[in-house]
Nanobody, 115 residues
Framework: QVQLVESGGGLVQAGGSLRLSCAAS???????MGWYRQAPGKQRELVAG???????NYADSVKGRFTISRDNAKNTVYLQMHSLNPEDTAVYYC??????????WGQGTQVTVSS
């Protein structure tokens, strides 16, 4: 089992930046890592993902603004967010999937972007 702890959320003005971190309790070397978000009244959606090999994918709404990265030595994945807008307001969740197909979630961190 893997515990995931997100940090870095907060309140920021439109146009600002935040960096989210997700620390895992054990090695994530072979795992897919993802950042999801859920806004009030909406379904949880994938924001960005990164494979064990470093391949990344992004939701169209964040391409060019968000960057996902991983530091396997620190068992940590990051989400750098720039040019934030109010539509980015949501609870952001870290997610991992291992080679056995097991999926784990963090508790989430709130990101609020004021206009």
């Amino acid at each position: 089992q893997v515990q995931l702890v997100e940090s870095g959320g907060g309140l920021v003005q439109a146009g600002g930046s935040l960096r989210l971190s997700c620390a895992a309790s054990r090695s994530i070397l072979s795992n897919f890592m993802g950042w999801y978000r859920q806004a009030p009244g909406k379904q949880r959606e994938l924001v960005a993902g990164i494979t064990a090999g470093g391949f990344t994918n992004y939701a169209d709404s964040v391409k060019g603004r968000f960057t996902i990265s991983r530091d396997n030595a620190k068992n940590t994945v990051y989400l750098q967010m720039h040019s934030l807008n109010p539509e980015d307001t949501a609870v952001y969740y870290c997610n991992t999937k291992n080679g056995y197909g097991s999926v784990y979630w963090g508790q989430g961190t709130q990101v609020t972007v004021s206009s």
